[in-house]
């Protein structure tokens, strides 16, 4: 049995398309679901193994990014979260969808405390919305990391910054449960713009909960999972050309797919 | 009893951040905190379980202000302005437990810190608002704590009902009176007008003619739908009319014309398969798929709120795609801007008195970017391509272009993706946002010019999330169950254009007006009826239909209503609670305007060719032409607009690692196909001052060239036109447009690129008072967008701007020409001359088929089409999105060093070779004239035009990035 993927859509969010052919190049059966349909429905996530809440401009923001999708989710489907994060499956939120599991209290969610909304995802330091390639150092274990060292993907945002309590951010790093951090020639990039694109807190770019398989992410590896989206192709097709070699046809961000399938295959031949 | 709550962002909040440093910047040391707001009249709204819902616990805090500030500065919406943080507010309320029907309100507070004057305090807010549909309080931080806090303003509209009926219109008047009624409107009791209707005597006269021929008094209804259909905006009466010895007029005898004879020319290559009979224009893109594209305007909207106006303008054009065929998805955005320099602060007033001043350039350009980044972005539609052109004669008129590109099934259900019938019978349905009093008169009021008595109704706010709720679910769910029969936006008239023109298809319409949900109680018929209110659709439904769509729509969250029936009686009919309010022809509501012969004359412009001194140094001259407004990068905007979304972007708005801002960018739009579209465009307003003929040209051949230049086959690109004229009832102006519309047809056919789709706004005048209350008009300079769009087989095969490798060849293809009338050479020296560029599309057409050859066979490393600034600005933006240096011999040109240095002749194009394809890329151009080799890229830092200047590459890159890095 190949394993399931729901991809959310409704309300603003936008990145549904390009998320489920990311799953869908990587191996796994996935469909998008509405919103509404799920919570007329929600047994529908008994049926799936991953659940990607993609990108987008849920409600346009109002409130704060991701805030009023959080709590919708909440209010009519918070029972079926919590049943689904806690059976062995793959939750990722990627930009919007970072932001409104991170309101969901989905991550950190220290000491299996799902609900607990302990890191803010908020306006970038510059005010302006951010779109543009970046760099990502990969710090930690989840599945969804795995074998992954960096990655060369994109932000587009206008609220990407994390920030927590100094208590939150110990217990993070000491956890392991910080993804991802944005980089400058292969170090954290300390801050500064436009390597770390929002001002958050650690170079933070993405988080996880403490069994790694909820992940949250603001750069967005679905805008990065073939050769062709880079943006330095125009430059790697000509070197390619001159050398007489073929392009790779996928780039960084595809690996984070292809791990969630392999997430499945591995603990199918296990149990068999 | 109202509530209020204040929610506190944390004290290194961005937004308050940024506006510390700009303060920083005038040299005020301030620290801001930023508190948002909601207010409500409901009873729920107090409730914890609502408070809690707007409030992130780790950065926030409600209803706990700091007692510390020297100043509280809020702004809100005035009542009827759309409110979009309002209104996911109250679906907050509503998931809260509260009725659907509550209303919420926003605001934003500042607490600001420092030592700020009264004066101080008043610009900032001047800065952060716009008084024509945001209200302002200011305290002192003593008021602050004497009143107990800032007041709860609930925004709410009040309308008195006496308006809520149709009023007989007594047209049996003088000429004298008829033309006020025109002119100004149709008079209230008071004897104060409603706004412009925007029609001459000769209409108004043709509609008395009507009315009395019906033997009754026209309905104010009546008139008002008459002036919507008739007017330029709707109508295009100005290209539509006969001009001098052209009976057809310009659009049936020049721009339809090119692309008949085009199409046939081409036979069974045609790529067209929608022009101009639909929102939209389409082609093929492949097999599956046509590409679909339209560019607006909306410019008179920006000038007085320029975030609104551009937004509005955006999720506009996204409309027009959705409502392309049975339904096009949205998948590219375009945006063009022509402003005045912001960096000056001219001054203009819109009254005598001068109290209503026009908004600063700075004001207008940051409104207009930051409306089409909130409009893109929101939607999820990339937003890779645009352009901005500069001139001070834009203070008072901006040019704000929007452009969507759509993607849509060849085929839906059996039948053709782009046709489309409304049937009588077929229920009318309106899906969407409610209807409010925004946007009255907007149709007829862009086809004038903008004085004192410009309606502030006139301006809107899009609600990006409304539209995409209702986007998603026609595009991706319902349009593909085959539920209606047509489908079209609503956008200049409102429902009086949408539901009149697809009657049409019908042959007449029944509306009944008391069912169309309004935003609040009190608005007249005819307010409902023109009404511009954004972020709707209107359907043509089979009756047997119509349940099934209306519960799909509420599934998603949104309001779909049936609001009336097509007919096939030939009467346009309305009735408002059973009473009929409207009963006319059919034919003349849409062909009974009164054909109004033009007559032309024509003076080509220009003063006599300077002679310039060479420059002591050329080095610095050209960084000082690098730095000029329409030259250097616009990267911050690139940076703000989603570009990638969607996952589709394959070259984009900034090339190189240099991050040269292009022309050019290349999408691919359906994730399973390897085709890639392609989009440029083209302009030259200040070439009008010499000849407008040249202008057009030279704005098509860039258009085309652009393309061309980064690998689409000539034969398959199609052009969009865009005129923005001025005083278009001036016989002068009037040849000007002819003049231009002769070039494009004459360039288009040699290329045998059609036009698809086009758009006009003739009066972009602006009429109004300078500093010593002087009347002034200031007309934008007449103006031609070319947008061209273009499919390459293979992104593989896309071409960018940036040179790749240290010893490859350049090469300059196409001929320079002593031509630099209203380049930007002369410009800096402050002279117009009179030699401007005339495109040779003759010569060009040879070029641009041997360089598709060459691209076809991948000889091209690096390619830049040459426009602005000319030959010498090109090796500077290729030195400087390479970061590579490079070894230029110009002596092969046999012009003087600044001519060959900065003559804008059209036509060329600058390309790069890498040795190994040298030899094949001479023998394709083998027999064309005008291919130069004059140099290569090299090692080092410098960019060399031998004996004429060795410029530094980080000076350059300096000289090019630094005119608006900081906005």
Redesign the interface.
């Known amino acids: 049995m190949t394993a399931n993927a729901i991809v959310l859509?409704?309300?603003?969010l936008?990145?549904e398309?390009?998320t489920l052919?990311a799953f869908e190049y990587a191996g796994l059966k996935g469909k998008i679901r509405?919103i509404?349909?799920v919570i007329e429905n929600p047994s529908e996530l008994d049926n799936a193994q991953v659940l990607a809440i993609p990108?987008?401009?849920s409600?346009?923001?109002?409130?704060?990014a991701g805030?009023?999708y959080a709590?919708?989710m909440k209010?009519a489907l918070w029972d079926k979260l919590q049943e689904f994060v806690a059976r062995d499956t793959l939750t990722i939120g990627i930009c919007n969808g970072c932001q409104i599991t991170a309101?969901l209290g989905l991550v950190p969610a220290f000491d299996k405390n799902y609900g607990e909304?302990?890191?803010?995802v908020?306006?970038?330091?510059?005010?302006?919305?951010?779109?543009?390639w970046i760099d990502l150092k990969v710090t930690s274990n989840s599945p969804w990391m795995d074998g992954i060292e960096s990655m060369h993907i994109?932000v587009?945002h206008?609220e990407g910054?994390f920030?927590?309590?100094e208590d939150t951010f110990t217990k993070l790093k000491e956890n392991g449960q910080v993804a991802a951090i944005y980089t400058k020639d292969g170090e954290a990039a300390g801050g500064e713009f436009?390597y770390n694109p929002?001002?958050s807190i650690g170079d933070i770019a993405g988080i996880t909960d403490e069994t790694g398989r909820v992940l949250t992410l603001m750069p967005?590896p679905?805008?990065g999972?073939f050769t062709?989206?880079r943006?330095?192709?125009?430059?790697a097709?000509?070197?390619a050309?001159?050398e007489g070699k073929n392009l790779p046809e996928t780039a960084d961000g595809i690996l984070l797919f292809q791990n969630a399938a392999r997430y499945f295959e591995v603990a199918q031949k296990k149990s068999a | 009893m109202a509530t209020r709550i204040e929610v506190l962002a944390p004290p290194e909040d961005g937004r308050g951040k940024t506006l510390e440093k700009a303060l920083k910047k005038q040299g005020k040391d301030v620290s801001i905190r930023v508190v948002d707001v909601y207010s409500s009249e409901h009873a729920m709204a107090k409730d914890d379980k609502f408070v809690t819902s707007l409030v992130n616990p780790v950065t926030q805090k409600a209803n706990d202000l700091p007692k510390d500030f020297d100043w509280a500065l809020e702004i809100g919406f005035l009542p009827g302005v759309t409110d979009n943080i309002g209104h996911t507010t109250s679906e907050l309320l509503e998931l809260a437990g509260a009725d659907n029907d509550n209303e919420c309100y926003s605001s934003r507070l500042y607490l600001i810190k420092g030592d700020l004057n009264q004066t101080d305090i008043e610009n900032l807010s001047e800065s952060l608002s716009n008084t024509l549909i945001q209200r302002v309080s200011i305290k002192t931080g003593a008021e602050f704590k004497a009143d107990g806090g800032m007041e709860t303003i609930i925004p709410k509209v009040h309308l008195d009902n006496k308006g809520a009926v149709a009023d007989d219109v007594d047209l049996n008047v003088s000429d004298e009176e008829l033309e006020v009624i025109g002119n100004q409107g149709i008079a209230n009791d008071d004897g104060s007008r409603r706004g412009p209707l925007g029609m001459s005597l000769l209409y108004m006269q043709a509609v008395k003619d009507y009315f009395a021929k019906e033997g009754r008094a026209a309905k104010d209804i009546e008139l008002e739908t008459i002036a919507q259909t008739w007017s330029e905006h709707c109508k295009h009466t100005i290209f539509a009319s006969p001009i001098d010895d052209v009976k057809e007029g310009l659009y049936k005898g020049y721009i339809k014309r090119a692309t008949k004879e085009i199409r046939e020319s081409k036979g069974e290559n045609d790529i067209c398969v929608s022009v101009f009979s639909d929102n939209a224009g389409g082609i093929i893109f492949d097999d599956e798929y046509l590409i679909t594209d339209k560019v607006e305007t909306h410019n008179s909207p920006s000038a007085l709120d320029p975030f609104g106006g551009a937004i509005t303008g955006i999720v506009g054009v996204n409309r027009d795609c959705i409502g392309f065929g049975q339904g096009a998805k949205p998948v590219i955005n375009r945006y063009g801007f022509c402003l005045a320099d912001p960096r000056t602060s001219p001054e203009y007033y819109r009254d005598s008195a001068k109290t209503t001043s026009v908004l600063s350039p700075e004001t207008i350009m940051k409104g207009v970017i930051d409306g089409v980044e909130a409009g893109g972005n929101q939607s999820g539609i990339p937003t890779p391509q645009g352009f901005v052109v500069f001139d001070d004669r834009f203070v008072g008129k901006p040019l704000v272009f929007v452009g969507t590109i759509g993607l849509i099934p060849r085929e839906i259900n059996g039948k053709p993706g782009h046709e489309k019938k409304a049937n009588a019978g077929d229920k009318i349905v309106v899906a969407g946002g409610r209807v409010g009093r925004d946007g009255i008169h907007g149709a007829t009021f862009s086809s004038v010019a903008l004085d004192e008595g410009s309606p502030a109704t006139a301006v809107q706010i899009g609600d990006p999330i409304t539209q995409k709720k209702m986007s998603d679910a026609i595009i991706k769910e319902i349009r593909d169950l085959g539920l209606y029969t047509a489908i079209t936006d609503n956008g200049a008239g409102g429902m009086s254009s949408s539901i009149g023109e697809m009657a049409e298809q019908s042959g007449g319409f029944h509306v009944e007006l008391e069912k169309v949900p309004l935003k609040y109680p009190g608005m007249a018929p005819w307010e409902i009826w023109i009404s511009e209110s954004q972020e709707r659709m209107t359907m043509a439904v089979p009756p047997e239909n119509v349940d099934e769509l209306v519960a799909l729509f509420e599934k998603r969250g949104v309001e779909a209503t049936v609001v009336g029936t097509y007919t096939n009686d030939e009467r346009a009919k309305i009735t408002y609670h059973g009473e009929v309010i409207m009963d006319m022809e059919m034919d003349f509501l849409h062909d009974g305007n009164p054909e109004t012969p033009l007559k032309t004359t024509f003076t080509r412009g220009g003063e006599e060719e300077p002679s310039l001194p060479a420059p002591a140094d050329q080095a610095e001259t050209l960084g000082n032409m690098l730095g000029r407004l329409n030259i250097c990068s616009k990267e911050f905007i690139s940076t703000q607009y989603d570009h990638n979304v969607q996952g589709s972007a394959v070259m984009g708005p900034l090339q190189g690692p240099g991050r040269v801002y292009a022309e050019t960018s290349i999408t691919k739009p359906a994730l399973k196909s390897e085709k890639g579209v392609v989009l440029s465009q083209g302009l030259f307003p200040r070439y009008s001052d010499i000849d407008t003929g040249a202008m057009a040209a030279a704005g098509v051949d860039l258009a085309v060239r652009n393309a061309v230049a980064a690998g689409v086959d000539l034969n398959q690109l199609a052009l969009l036109d865009n005129f923005c004229w001025c005083s278009s009832d001036e016989p002068e102006r009037l040849g000007q447009l002819k003049r231009a519309v002769e070039a494009i047809y004459e360039i288009a056919v040699k290329y045998e690129t059609p036009f698809i789709s086009g758009k006009d706004s003739m009066f972009n005048d602006f009429k109004g008072f300078d500093k010593d209350a002087k009347q002034v008009k200031i007309s934008a300079p007449p103006t031609l967008l070319a947008s061209s769009i273009g499919v390459i087989p293979n992104v593989d095969r896309a071409i960018s701007l940036a040179p790749k490798a240290v010893g490859d060849v350049v090469y300059l293809l196409g001929e320079t020409k002593d031509e630099l009338g209203a380049s930007e050479y002369y410009d800096l020296h402050g002279r117009l001359g009179n030699n401007v560029p005339e495109t040779d599309s003759h010569q060009n057409l040879r070029l641009y088929k041997l360089y598709g050859r060459a691209s076809r066979d991948k000889l091209i490393a690096s390619a830049y089409a040459l426009n602005y600034g000319g030959l010498a600005v090109a090796l500077a933006k290729k030195a400087i999105a390479s970061q590579m240096g490079m070894d230029i011999d110009l002596s092969g040109i046999d012009l003087s060093t600044e001519k060959a240095m900065y003559s804008e002749s059209t036509g060329r194009i600058l390309v790069t070779v890498s040795p190994q394809n040298k030899a094949k890329f001479e023998k394709n151009f083998k027999g064309f004239e005008h291919c130069y080799e004059i140099g290569h890229v090299a090692y080092g830092n410098t960019l060399n035009i031998q004996n004429v200047l060795k410029a530094d590459i980080e000076k350059l890159d300096e000289a090019y990035k630094k005119p608006l890095k900081d906005y």
């Open positions: 859509a409704g309300y603003g936008n990145c398309e390009e052919h509405h509404n349909d990108g987008g401009f409600y346009g923001d109002d409130t704060g805030n009023a709590q919708k209010l309101n909304r302990l890191v803010a908020t306006h970038n330091l510059t005010a302006r919305y951010q779109c543009r994109p587009a206008g910054r920030m927590m309590n436009p929002n001002g967005h679905e805008r999972m062709w989206q943006d330095d192709y125009m430059e097709k000509d070197k050309q001159r």
